[in-house]
């Protein structure tokens, strides 16, 4: 059975850092895109950031240009979101993806496969 299961959420003020990560099991994901999403308090679930399978391609939402990175680990089966810089509108529940086959990129429908999610508070 496949899970991934995200952790390093928390509460932090303005400006602080954090890193999130998401450990695969059940299978390998080497060849697999994966991603992060996010979904604020009333709104929908945002796409965020996404890595290929060798972590050569990456994108990234507006939002999180040149505060977030995203990275990944195959030896470890695990994916990471380095947060920077964090600010009031960053507060979601982040949730990370990966893709049964290949690239996902940014669209919700190309991941098969979703984490619990991991809350993250700004505070001002």
């Known amino acids: 059975q496949v899970q991934l299961v995200e952790s390093g959420g928390g509460l932090v003020q303005v400006g602080d850092s954090l890193r999130l990560s998401c450990v695969a099991s059940?299978?390998?994901?080497?060849?697999?895109?994966m991603a992060w999403f996010r979904q604020g308090p009333g709104k929908e679930r945002a796409f965020v950031a996404a890595i290929s399978g060798s972590g050569a391609i990456t994108r990234y939402a507006d939002s999180g240009k040149g505060r977030f990175t995203i990275s990944r680990d195959n030896a470890k089966n695990t994916m990471y979101l380095q947060m920077n810089s964090l600010k009031p509108e960053d507060t979601s529940v982040y949730y990370c993806?990966?893709?049964?086959?290949?690239?996902?990129?940014?669209?919700?429908?190309?991941?098969?496969?979703w984490g619990q999610g991991t809350q993250v508070t700004v505070s001002s």
């Open positions: 059940g299978r390998t994901f080497v060849n697999n895109g």
């Open positions: 993806a990966a893709s049964a086959a290949g690239w996902g990129a940014t669209p919700q429908y190309n991941y098969n496969y």
